[in-house]
């Protein structure tokens, strides 16, 4: 591109040695960060990076990128908040759609620091067999259009969606960069270039895809627009996915999903979809269906890729719009009673027992209790459940039970209560009790707070255990590196990751140190070659021997190599074998 391009810069901030350009419209921060690279004309990337955030490294992911905290301070904030950027100009304002706010605000708060890791990981987005990858593309048409208005090809943040393959605008396949996403100079800056695309519509894509994929574009957009401030809520979305498939006799009248005749239907809608090769993870067949769908239909959940639900949505309801007008009825329990009614028929009575008519039924059991003084058999017969359900409800509405003993005596209730509070599992406690573990069940279902004790104090002690067995390995290898740390106790590090993060963040082993030659008279590099090739030896035999699927461990290479675990405090000095060793857990 030649010449200055049309949008005019910012004049030059104190202590900022560049001038600034302004956002284009529905641009992305990865875009605006490489216009600012172009405009400027640094040779390297690492200088634009060093300009913008400080580091040569920071900043540069093109999907959900670090070091936004950085970018604002450096620039005084004259292109909005790191809070708005992230929300707002990159791939997170898709994800936030889907994810609770705890979830959105953690991501941003990541996003501000320096280090994304484990955020698509967080997010969901690894486990869900979809590409985590995130491939830069553009519309040909768009590109000719902005060059045009504004002097510039830019990339559309709204285009950069994963199940967005069409352009909303020209109704057109979209282009996928070769760069970033491929690996290939992940850490430069790059604008929308022909030369580097490929064309994404191969031959067998028939009118057919083209269609479908129109359809989860304009789907994914809307729903995206229509969560901008707020997110699409689990349990609303159950709800509706269930009417939907009710109103079409997909639910049987006590409440089970007819898999054998809804799968095939789902499979047919989404061959045509399945030729673009980000969807490929959906089901090819009837029983892969009967195994994805229920996941989705029969409970709500947290953390389900956002394109699990535009399939869905598009599958049942057609197009987002129509979604979101059911969404936005979706107000009260009198309106859920009436859309069961409309799924079946004079079955109410049975339809309002449901999963789906529970809330409805909590609040009247709380009448019925409070209000009528009913007994709670007399309120469950009453709403048609069981006693036993009425009294769990109860609990966790906070409302008090009157008992009647059974089988746990006041001294043997007393003496459960206080083992769970103290975070003993049911079983331990059933067998101090005498009684069976159905009965401790039943108990911690019943009694008023006792479950979220109990689980308060079983997340307790797993993390007094997580900690141990993380601050033991750590201290009895000192300088070993968070990789073999996490290879040697990969239970305990998931469970601080999930659970204690910020103890965790505070309780990493130091990075391995880099060899600095060495004056010692014990030949290290010597050493180091020796021990290498001992551990690629080991873990040979281990990999001819082993059986199933289990991923080799460190402990199994200290068994067959003992004189390994004498090295560990040493692998600072001995970096082959440390390769060796991350080769061997990391590929296995």
């Known amino acids: 591109m030649s010449g200055r391009p049309l949008d005019r810069p910012e004049p030059m901030l104190p202590g900022f040695e560049e001038p600034l350009l302004g956002w284009l419209p529905g641009e992305s921060f990865f875009s605006l960060c490489s216009r600012h690279h172009r405009y400027w004309g640094y040779r390297l990337a690492s200088d634009t990076a060093r300009v913008l955030f400080g580091a040569k490294r920071i900043g540069s992911g093109h999907d959900l990128p670090s070091g936004l905290d950085r970018f ?7 292109l909005g908040s790191a809070d708005s950027i992230a929300r707002e100009r990159t791939l997170l304002a898709y994800y936030r759609a889907f994810a609770a706010p705890s979830e959105t605000n953690a991501a941003v708060e990541r996003m501000k620091s320096q ?32 060059r ?13 969606y994963p199940g967005v393959w069409i352009c909303p605008d020209h109704e057109q396949p979209l282009r996928e960069s070769l760069l970033k996403a491929t690996g290939i100079e992940r850490f430069q800056w790059h604008l929308p270039d022909a030369a580097q695309f490929r064309q994404v519509t191969p031959p067998f894509w028939t009118d057919a895809t083209i ?50 005749e809804l799968a095939p239907d789902f499979v047919s809608f989404i061959k045509p979809a399945r030729e673009c090769a980000e969807l490929r993870a959906f089901a090819a067949t009837a029983s892969e269906a009967q195994v994805q769908l229920p996941a989705l239909l029969r409970t709500p959940i947290e953390g389900t890729h956002p394109l699990r639900h535009v399939a869905i949505i598009v599958w049942l309801y057609g197009d987002g719009d129509r979604f979101l007008d059911a969404y936005r009825q979706l107000n009260d329990a009198a309106l859920l009673e009436d859309n069961l009614e409309e799924a079946h028929p004079g079955s109410q009575p049975q339809a309002a027992s449901q999963e789906n008519a529970r809330q409805a039924a909590r609040l009247k059991l709380a009448e019925l209790v409070q209000r009528q003084d009913l007994s709670m058999r007399a309120a469950a017969t009453q709403l048609g459940v069981q006693t036993e359900t009425a009294m769990a409800w109860a609990s966790e509405m906070g409302l008090h039970v009157k008992r009647r003993p059974k089988r746990l005596k006041d001294d043997i209730r007393v003496l459960a209560i206080a083992r769970l509070l103290a ?25 008023t707070g006792l479950h979220l ?11 007094g255990k997580a900690q141990a067995a993380w601050l033991r390995c750590i201290q009895e290898h000192p300088g070993i590196g968070i990789k073999l740390a996490r290879a040697m106790e990969p239970a305990a590090y998931a469970y601080l990751y999930r659970n204690e993060r910020a103890w965790l963040d505070a ?22 070659l020796e021990f290498s090739e001992a551990v690629q030896l080991a873990a040979l035999r281990l990999f001819e021997r082993k059986s199933g699927h289990r991923p080799l461990r460190l402990p199994d290479l200290l068994q067959e190599l003992p004189d390994l675990k004498a090295k560990l405090r ?17 590929g296995s």
Request: proline share 3%.
């Open 72 to 78: 604002e301070a450096r620039i005084l904030g004259r």
């Open 453 to 463: 004790a109990w689980h308060a104090a079983r997340r307790k002690q797993a993390s």
């Open 570 to 586: 040493a692998l600072d000095r001995l970096p082959l074998t440390r390769r060796a060793i991350e080769r061997a857990l990391l």
């Open 507 to 528: 309780n990493l082993p130091a990075p391995a140190a880099r060899t600095q030659g060495n004056n010692s008279s014990i030949r290290w590099d010597q050493r180091d």
């Open 211 to 260: 269609d479908r994929l129109t359809q989860f574009t304009t789907t994914s957009l809307a729903l995206v627009r229509s969560a901008a401030d707020g997110y699409l809520s689990p349990d609303r979305l159950h709800l509706l996915y269930r009417h939907e498939i009710a109103r079409r006799g997909w639910i049987s009248l006590g409440g089970s999903l007819r898999l054998k």
């Open 115 to 146: 280090n994304v890791a484990h955020l698509k990981l967080r997010l969901g987005i690894l486990t869900s067999r979809f590409r985590a990858n995130h491939p830069l593309k553009a519309c040909p048409a768009c590109m000719q259009r902005d």
């Open 148 to 160: 045009e208005l504004t002097g510039w090809a830019y990339w559309h943040l709204e285009h950069q």
């Open 423 to 447: 975070g003993e599992d049911k079983q331990s406690v059933a067998r101090a009790a005498n009684v069976s573990e159905v009965a401790i069940t039943k108990l911690l279902r019943t009694e």
